[in-house]
């Protein structure tokens, strides 16, 4: 999955790039990637309207439209979801722009197979959903009411009132979108790492004073992944791996699997706490 840094690259690259450009042809034949929308009912549905502003709410990303022929009346929702690797890719004043998932490790030619969606605006450029593992999503209306917060925008009092409820570990209330919205598995590493917090951490446990230490280090890793181009680039992610030292203390890093995901910690600076029965959780 694509986590919030990605998103937002893609996001503001819409923004930037694609919004105001009368769209006069979709390409939706992808009836995977449109799912369930049938072939054409993207075209019907997008043909003569523009994008307006470009969207997000943790992973989940979409494009508002303008009325038809003037009208003040919106348009539809265009989601767009990146899957495991997909990338936008605007063209203008034939220059194309890209945004979104793992960059590409080498400069071979695009396959036009590859390119899931695409929207064709009058001045001839165009956005498409570049997506090699055919894992991205493109639907009208997508439905975020089951989203939590967005980890970028939730506020400090929001925030350590979502963390600390129940009794679940803390990197698997990380995950939890209907909670937070927008942190991945990469990002709930990092942010613990960065906060010196066990991921099997019951957040029961977890002091006012240690919430909002992670409640930093979480913004902290956000805006650094963000100006990076994604969660690639935290501090401790290339230390993830057997034989990985912390890049603060040089102490071990530690795998075990945390929430149903590969989790990795510092064995030193995030051993885990006792409890209230005095037990390392």
């Not at 009836?31 to 997008?46: C, E, I, K, M, N």
């Not at 942190?183 to 006012?208: F, R, S």
């Amino acid at each position: 999955m694509p986590e919030l840094p990605e998103v937002e690259t893609a996001r503001s690259l819409i923004a930037d790039r694609a919004l105001h450009r009368r769209i006069v042809g979709v390409d939706d034949a992808d009836t995977f990637v449109t799912r369930p929308h049938s072939p054409g009912q993207l075209r019907d549905a997008l043909v003569g309207r523009s994008l307006t502003v470009a969207q997000r709410r943790g992973k989940t990303m979409w494009i508002e439209t303008s009325g038809l022929d003037g009208s003040a009346e919106p348009g539809p929702e265009l989601g767009i979801h990146l899957g495991m690797g997909g990338r936008i890719v605007v063209t203008a004043g034939g220059q194309a722009t890209e945004g979104g998932g793992p960059r590409r490790r080498d400069a071979q030619p695009r396959k036009p197979e590859w390119n899931r969606f695409a929207l064709e605006f009058a001045d001839g450029g165009s956005l498409v959903l570049f997506d090699k593992r055919r894992l991205g999503r493109v639907r009208l209306n997508p439905d975020t009411a089951a989203l939590g917060p967005d980890a970028e925008h939730v506020t400090p009092a929001e925030f350590g009132r979502l963390i600390t409820k129940g009794t679940v570990a803390v990197k698997a209330r990380l995950l939890d979108q209907s909670k937070i919205a927008g942190v991945g598995n990469l990002l709930a590493d990092e942010a613990l790492w960065k906060a010196k917090i066990p991921p099997a951490t019951p957040v029961n446990y977890l002091q006012p004073k240690d919430g909002g230490r992670l409640y930093r280090a979480l913004q902290s890793a956000l805006a650094s992944a963000i100006a990076k181009g994604g969660v690639h680039t935290g501090d401790v992610i290339s230390a993830r791996h057997t034989g990985g030292t912390c890049p603060r203390c040089g102490a071990e890093m530690v795998h075990g699997t945390v929430g149903g995901r590969s989790t990795w910690w510092c064995s030193r600076e995030q051993a885990p706490w006792p409890g209230p029965d005095g037990r390392a959780r």
